[in-house]
């Protein structure tokens, strides 16, 4: 923050809109003033009538007016793999999608398991102002499973939890160590759950891998990991956090856990909730993700898991991926998809098919994923940073990978209809985005 | 029929999996390929029905009796066959695939077979292709003209393939032939049994229609067919059983095991022969009982079959973009 940071008095007052804060719970009809890069007021009754002189004036028209979204996990492939995404396409892209604020996992070239690298991207992500990027450090040196990275060092730096992004801490001594140093600071450790040793398919184990000839990847791989590093987290107490949860065995351990008071949380992602195994058919590699896409019983059980707070947060999961590594046979194509702009109307289908209310669903991509990563983001609040977004969620439209803004097109809800429409994201008083632009 | 201009009993521009087919679209093309197996065995052998039409063979596995098939069928049919055999090492890349397809079509064959190690892999190039496409294997996944061919040697010992109880025992996990098959013979109305140790059997296959055993002389009691399949070391990563002998000795087919089936039994294998491993030597050797060879020479008439009946398709294709 510059020191000399003084109050310029430019005040924007966003009016005519349905004012909606899923960490305080408020939702009705007014508005929100922002002078500079902060919020200094919001509330039913400002400005209903006119808005004073020397106030600029942005007419919501009757949309709805929140946080911004916070997107825990997302990569971003600059440094090193410029090609399927830069800052910029990224920060396009999330700003596009209403994220104001998104964490990014360490595996760049260079990996980010070193201060310099930490501050390297937050730099240039500062200077170009889109939407804020916050690094995930390295557990591990390299992300290679051996040697702790300099994990205190890299928090001071900025790094806000710490992951070995894609790759599971196979080693369960090394997740022992990481989760009992760790927990002297503390820090929040992240896990993609895959036991490594059960992975190695291309898709989920079942009857459909079976019919398509492919190798599968268990639901146990997941569920035997979530299950090892519970007990690391009894034994050490660590913080720990599993990311993309897919199948309803982790679901029913995590619930388990917490219910016996363990620090654990998890989130998942869109297509976990929002579609099944039946995507690959066709050896669609859009639909080849990490964890797989599973069957319908666990997709179910993931709504549950929003429904009844098992599962803490929904992040995006965003792995651009180009023509190169998915134009493949499917057990040769890479994993992942990109989720950035739509990650909002998909959450929503939660709201849509009457499994869940508008404000919980929000609550799961704004405020409840500051909180995990500790950012001062995704609430309304006087002398909050003034980072919002306006959106219409009766607005359907047609996902279409070729108009995504993210340099990557590999959207595995490409050409899905989908209902909710992201019209404006401001960031720190800033609007980077507006529908139609 | 022959000079009819399009198929309308396969109504499908390629081959690429037997899943899709109905029973009567498999029935015509068993009884198209029938035909050709008396002229197969005349002296003169060549037809001049596909004069003019180019068939390439694109392998990206090493093959030799299924490539040589697909060779000999399409001359037979007076077809210019090119083999264009690609070293899979070379195809870590699936530029190089679709790259391949592009380079493919700019010179007009008319039918494309392929092989490929990867599931899949066929049916994309398919997309890409002009052309119509069979495929000669894909991974795991399918090898319809195997299957076409184990169906045609069994209907020609025993008529029809309804009422059938045809054991499918060994690689299961591995094996594209066996998933084929049990497309075809679940359609065709047979009774379809797996039998293989746990650890070589697909997750769910029971959703295919089949049932499983893990015990030789449960799974060929009273069968009619005993199809053996070959161990496929070269997809196995890791130990799926302890060791050969162990195998041989709980699943490969010995006389003693064979007793398990109907005394009239047919014996079965896709080729190539891994003896003493799945299949006793005295076994695979039976005159009586073993039809290996004459898997063999059905694929000949199943593969000239498949050309042919693309081929209809084709040329009523090539009409209407006229």
């Known amino acids: ?437 | 029929m022959k000079n009819s201009p399009s198929d309308v009993k396969y109504p499908h521009r390629h081959l690429l999996a037997i899943e899709g087919l109905s029973a009567q679209e498999i029935s015509h093309l068993l009884e198209v390929a029938d035909s050709y197996v008396e002229q197969n065995r005349q002296a003169d052998k060549k037809k001049s029905l596909l004069r003019g039409r180019t068939v390439i063979n694109l392998f990206f596995e090493d093959s030799t009796r299924t490539r040589t098939s697909f060779e000999l069928a399409g001359k037979r049919l007076g077809a210019d066959v090119i083999n264009m055999a690609v070293a899979t090492s070379s195809v870590k890349k699936g530029e190089t695939l679709i790259d391949t397809a592009m380079t493919l079509n700019a010179m007009h064959p008319d039918i494309l077979v392929c092989r490929h190690n990867a599931s899949g892999a066929v049916k994309l190039l398919s997309e890409k292709m002009n052309c119509a496409v069979i495929n000669a294997g894909d991974g795991m996944h399918a090898h319809p003209t195997q299957a076409l061919l184990d169906a045609l040697t069994i209907r020609r010992r025993r008529g029809n393939l309804a009422g059938l109880t045809v054991a499918i025992c060994g690689d299961i996990l591995h094996s594209r032939v066996a998933r084929s098959n049990i497309w075809l013979l679940t359609t065709m109305g047979a009774t379809v049994r797996l039998v293989a140790p746990k650890t070589l059997i697909p997750g769910g296959v029971q959703g295919m229609g089949v049932e499983v055993f893990y015990d030789m002389a449960e799974g060929l009691k009273d069968a009619d067919i005993v199809m053996m399949l070959r161990l496929q070391t070269e997809r196995m990563h890791g130990g799926y059983f302890p060791s050969v002998r162990e195998y041989f000795h709980f699943f490969g087919l010995d006389y003693e095991k064979l007793a398990c089936a109907k005394p009239d039994a047919l014996i079965m294998h896709p080729g190539p022969m891994n003896r003493g491993v799945e299949i006793d030597s005295m076994v695979a050797d039976d005159f009586g009982r073993s039809v290996i060879r004459e898997q063999v020479e059905m694929g000949v008439a199943v593969r000239m079959a498949c050309i042919d009946i693309l081929t209809r398709n084709m040329a009523d294709a090539d009409t209407r973009s006229l």
Request: proline letters at 6%; glycine letters at 10%.
């Open chain 1, 1 to 437: 923050m510059p020191v000399s940071w003084k109050k310029t008095q430019d005040l924007v007052a966003y009016v005519n809109a349905r004012l909606l804060d899923p960490a305080s719970g408020l939702d009705e009809p007014g508005g929100v003033l922002t002078d500079g890069e902060e919020i200094v007021d919001f509330g039913p009754s400002l400005h209903s009538g006119s808005v004073p002189d020397g106030v600029r004036s942005v007419d919501c028209g009757g949309h709805c007016l929140c946080p911004g979204l916070v997107d825990m996990r997302v990569q971003l492939r600059d440094p090193g793999e410029d090609h399927k995404g830069t800052l910029i396409s990224t920060g396009q892209a999330a700003t596009a999608g209403g994220v104001t604020s998104l964490v990014c996992l360490p595996n760049t070239n260079p990996v980010i398991d070193d201060m310099s690298i930490v501050e390297f991207i937050a730099r240039r992500a500062r200077m170009l102002g889109l939407a804020k990027v916050y690094p995930y450090g390295a557990i591990t040196k390299g992300l290679e499973g051996g040697q702790l990275a300099e994990m205190g060092l890299l928090a001071e730096s900025g790094a806000v939890a710490f992951t070995d992004g894609k790759k599971s801490i196979a080693d369960a001594q090394i997740m022992r160590r990481a989760l009992a140093y760790s927990s002297i600071f503390p820090l929040l450790i992240v896990e993609h759950a895959e036991e490594p040793t059960l992975g190695g398919g291309s898709m989920n184990a079942g009857e459909t891998a079976t019919r398509m000839g492919l190798s599968g990847i268990p639901r146990e791989a997941e569920i035997i990991m979530v299950e090892r590093d519970i007990r690391l987290v009894e034994m050490t107490g660590g913080r720990l956090h599993f990311a993309h949860i897919s199948t309803s065995g982790a679901v029913e351990v995590i619930r388990a856990a917490k219910a016996r008071g363990l620090p654990i949380t998890c989130d998942t992602a869109p297509p976990y909730f929002a579609l099944n195994e039946m995507e690959v058919l066709d050896y669609r590699t859009f639909a080849k993700l990490s964890p797989p896409l599973r069957s319908e019983t666990d997709r179910l059980a993931i709504i549950e898991g929003l429904k009844d707070g098992t599962i803490d947060a929904i992040a995006s999961d965003h792995s651009p991926q180009d023509e190169d590594t998915k134009r493949l046979p499917f057990p040769q194509a890479a994993f992942g998809g990109v989720g950035l702009e739509t990650l909002l109307p998909v959450s929503l289908s939660l709201v849509q098919n009457g499994d869940m209310e508008l404000l919980d669903v929000l609550k799961l991509i704004t405020s409840a994923p500051a909180d995990l990563m500790g950012l001062s983001a995704g609430r309304l609040e006087k002398s909050a940073a003034a980072d919002l977004m306006v959106f219409d969620p009766e607005n359907i439209w047609k996902v279409d990978a070729n108009s995504l803004r993210s340099i990557a097109k590999n959207s595995p809800f490409d050409e899905r209809p989908v209902q909710g429409r992201v019209l404006r994201t401001v960031v720190d008083g800033r609007t980077v985005f507006e529908d139609g632009d």
